[in-house]
Nanobody, 130 residues
Framework: QLQLVESGGRLVQPGGSLKLSCAASGFSLDHYALAWFRQAPGKEREGVSSISSRGGSTHYVDSVKGRFTISKDNAENTVYLQMSSLKPEDTAVYYC???????????????????????WGRGTQVTVSS
């Protein structure tokens, strides 16, 4: 069964840090670019960050630049999102998604176009609150 499974979400205080993981099973992430999205209560899902298949190129939306870091470990078949200086507005369900194709070997896919992503996880809840 082909799937992505997110983990690591929990309650954290403002200013704290958290590392999310997204593990793939049933397929190899070697040829997939990955991205993280999030959906806050009452809001539409939004892209957060993406990384190329080779892992050498990344993209972040302005709201998380300098605070979040995406990384990809092909040997572990896992993508990570290291989050620091967390704010209450970061509270959301976080999803990972995979995009296939040579287009994304050296450049990360846009997080504005969800149609390029073929596999999605079910999400992990991150709550930032004191």
């Amino acid at each position: 069964q082909l799937q992505l499974v997110e983990s690591g979400g929990r309650l954290v205080q403002p200013g704290g840090s958290l590392k999310l993981s997204c593990a793939a099973s049933g397929f190899s992430l070697d040829h997939y670019a990955l991205a993280w999205f999030r959906q806050a209560p009452g809001k539409e899902r939004e892209g957060v960050s993406s990384i190329s298949s080779r892992g050498g190129s990344t993209h972040y939306v302005d709201s998380v630049k300098g605070r979040f870091t995406i990384s990809k470990d092909n040997a572990e078949n896992t993508v990570y999102l290291q989050m620091s200086s967390l704010k209450p507005e970061d509270t959301a369900v976080y999803y990972c998604a995979a995009a296939y194709g040579s287009t994304w070997y050296y450049q990360p896919p846009s997080v504005a176009d969800e149609s390029v992503y073929v596999y999605w996880g079910r999400g992990t809840q991150v709550t930032v609150s004191s």
